[in-house]
């Protein structure tokens, strides 16, 4: 069965960071685009980032761009997110995902349960 397990979330003060990670398993690891949406409370789904496997591209929301990184280490199935310079806005439950049709378009077949991330003023 495809899993994957995100953890890492918190609560930190505006300005600070959090490392997001995503443990997977059940599949070919490097076959495929993983990445991070988002879902805020009253708040549609919102991609963030995706690294394509195969190729090393990653891929990123505007609102992310130049305060997150994704990375990812293939001898952990393990997927990153380095969150710096958090906003209040970028309180939300993160969840990892597996690419549907389009890691560049944030399109996500299948996800893991969230983790919860505060980002306090």
């Known amino acids: 069965d495809v899993q994957l397990q995100a953890s890492g979330g918190g609560l930190v003060q505006a300005g600070g960071s959090l490392r997001l990670s995503c443990a997977a398993s059940?599949?070919?690891?490097?076959?495929?685009?993983i990445g991070w949406f988002r879902q805020a409370p009253g708040k549609e789904r919102e991609g963030v980032s995706c690294i394509d496997i195969r190729d090393g591209r990653t891929y990123y929301k505007d609102s992310a761009k130049g305060r997150f990184t994704i990375s990812n280490d293939n001898a952990k199935n393990t997927v990153y997110l380095r969150m710096n310079s958090l906003k209040p806005e970028d309180t939300a439950v993160y969840y990892c995902g597996i690419e549907g049709s389009s890691c560049q378009e944030f399109d996500f077949g299948s996800w893991g349960q969230g983790t919860l991330d505060t980002v306090s003023s």
């Open positions: 059940g599949f070919t690891f490097d076959d495929y685009g």
